[in-house]
Nanobody
Framework: QVHLVESGGGLVQAGGSLRLSCAASGSIFEINAMGWYRQAPGKQRELVASSTGSGSTNYADSVKGRFTISRDNAKNTMYLQMNSLKPEDTAVYYC????????????????WGQGTQVTVSS
């Protein structure tokens, strides 16, 4: 019973900024990797940015220099600061997290949020 909830999406003009949040709640013992993905209409879901439990980050080439992923581990929350937005960034943005629900074992499960729409107008 782990829930991920994204927020912060919306409509913005090209060149503008948005900050997405992903809050994890429920039976969480530990969170390792977290990531942001997006899916535009008619396209496959693609990785936007990811963050390991140790803090290493990775970005899609298309967003490098414009997007920044960050985490507040005390709040089990991840953020995506999106600057210099372009119409091609329009998509539903999803977060995921690799969660361990018990300290009695080392079983990890990947959970997904429901997504938040980001629309960038030209």
């Amino acid at each position: 019973q782990v829930h991920l909830v994204e927020s912060g999406g919306g409509l913005v003009q090209a060149g503008g900024s948005l900050r997405l949040s992903c809050a994890a709640s429920g039976s969480i013992f530990e969170i390792n990797a977290m990531g942001w993905y997006r899916q535009a209409p008619g396209k496959q879901r693609e990785l936007v940015a990811s963050s390991t439990g140790s803090g290493s980050t990775n970005y899609a080439d298309s967003v490098k220099g414009r997007f920044t992923i960050s985490r507040d581990n005390a709040k089990n929350t991840m953020y995506l600061q999106m600057n210099s937005l372009k119409p091609e960034d329009t998509a539903v943005y999803y977060c995921n997290a690799d969660v361990r629900i018990s300290g009695d074992n080392y079983l990890w499960f990947r959970h997904w949020g429901q997504g938040t729409q980001v629309t960038v107008s030209s």
